[in-house]
């Protein structure tokens, strides 16, 4: 099979390769296409690549373009890892709004309203390039917001499924806290990518013992150390929220931290040019190991997982494909994947063409949202909260104009007053003019 990474001169895509090289029985790639504008990145990027495929044997041909036509031509799926306006956007979005005393960040709050219109349309475009070249492609979106990026692509009729690496994070790290196979541990994960939260952790299946209160018990101080929360929080909901709840839950406090120090994407762009220059030696032929600390745990094997499953790759036995992936085990001819998808009824309180991350039936047909718990309404107004957010956000994407920007600004809870949000759009107008066609 063939697949597309379109961003593929992303410092992240070595992660990627890695997982496709150690997990080749779950998805057998013949060609894997890097596409990406920026030729020098493409280069080392696409150079470390084929060293890390050599090293592990794998027979796949790797190759490099800068031609979004010729590199997503025939693919099986095309996977979208791209960041419009790159570090240097990302850099703006996490620092404007903290001048009016609002969270910068990169998908959340104001940062990432910017980072939806910057990116919605250009997806958008790819996404029908794909449509034109191969109607039957799947794209794996994990690009971000996934969330407002993914229900673009599904209400324009593209064959999408969205992708981010919290939850295979979660699971690995309570499969280590409880000694288990990753593959042994369901989550009860319910929400909105980036405003989520673990009901209940199981072991075997959605039907099995919930594991949630012997681990909030037991490792509970390390749990909360991991989401720079206090334990008492924990206690008290009685859940574990995903580390972006912080933003709502501790915004003030966040605010404060973010002021003193450098920002992630100024580290992360030192971290970038150190990368970059490892991924130039000839003799690199293995992720290198500060690429841990670049983000994005995990989503190597989240994305085999989920395109193994969409493409009918592996066979294997109850564990899943790989044995050992993110996605838990087999439901007859499907697997279990926490992922962003239509939500059609899943959470009542929503409208059905909402995109939720929730747990998942993953097959050739697409994804097909599992039966959730009852939310408690501290959870469940949150998200209906977010999820109008996130109406109005795709609307000012896709429709353009001030007034648009200033109700998507107005309806997100870590703003929601009019003089913020004035003041925020003409800092979001200002900063993203050149990547915004009616602006």
């Known amino acids: 099979m063939k697949l597309a990474v379109v961003g593929g001169g992303s410092t992240y895509t ?66 979208l890892q791209l960041r419009v306006g790159g570090q240097a956007a990302r850099l703006q979005d996490e620092t404007w709004p903290l001048e009016c005393g609002c969270v910068g960040q990169e998908t959340t709050g104001a940062g990432g309203l910017a980072k939806a219109l910057r990116t919605v349309p250009v997806v958008l475009d790819i996404a029908e390039r794909v449509r034109r070249t191969n109607p039957n492609a799947w794209i794996i979106d994990f690009t971000n917001p996934v ?115 450098p920002s992630r994407a100024a580290e992360v762009a030192a971290m970038e040019k150190e990368l970059l220059a490892m991924y130039g030696d000839p003799k690199l032929d293995e992720k290198p190991a500060l690429l841990a600390q670049r983000g994005g745990a995990f989503y190597s094997e989240a994305a085999v997982d989920l395109a193994s499953s969409l493409l009918g790759g592996g066979r294997g036995g109850p564990e899943g494909p790989s044995g050992k992936g993110g996605g838990g085990r087999r439901a007859g001819g499907s697997r279990y994947q926490v992922v962003n998808a239509y939500n059609n009824g899943t959470l009542p309180f929503l409208p059905d063409d909402a995109v939720i991350e929730v747990q998942a039936t993953v097959d050739g047909s697409g ?19 977010v999820t109008a957010y996130e109406d109005l956000a795709l609307e000012a994407a896709l429709r353009g104009g001030r007034d648009r920007v200033f109700r998507a600004l107005l309806a997100h809870p870590l703003i929601g007053q009019y003089a913020y949000a004035d003041e925020l759009t003409d800092k979001l107008l200002a900063h993203n003019r050149e990547h915004l066609a009616w602006a």
Not at 23 to 43: K, N, Q
Request: aromatic residues 6%; negative net charge.
């Open 14 to 79: 070595p992660e990627l390769i890695d997982g496709f090289a150690r997990l080749r029985d779950t998805l057998p790639i013949s060609e894997l296409v890097l596409v990406d504008p920026a030729a020098d990145r493409l280069g080392l990027v696409g150079g470390l690549a084929r060293r890390i495929f050599a090293k592990q044997g794998h027979p796949g041909v790797i190759t490099t373009t800068s031609d979004l036509d010729a590199g997503i031509a025939d693919a099986d799926a095309v996977l």
């Open 147 to 261: 969330g407002i990026v993914t229900r673009a692509l599904l209400q324009a009729g593209h064959k999408a499924v969205g992708l981010c690496n919290v939850a295979i994070g979660f699971q690995r790290k309570f499969a280590a806290r409880l000694d288990v196979a990753p593959s042994d541990v369901f989550l009860d994960h319910v929400g909105l990518n980036h405003l989520s939260w673990e009901l209940g952790v199981r072991i075997g299946g959605p039907e099995s013992t919930d594991m949630l209160p012997k681990l909030l018990a037991e490792h509970g101080d390390a749990i909360a150390d991991d989401l720079h929360l206090p334990r008492s929080v924990l206690d008290r909901l009685g859940v574990v929220p995903s580390y972006y709840l912080r933003y709502f839950y501790a915004h003030d406090e966040v605010v404060r931290e973010l002021g003193g120090k």
């Open 367 to 385: 994804a097909t949202p599992l039966a959730v718990p009852a939310i408690d309404p501290l959870y469940a107004g949150l998200i209906a909260n």
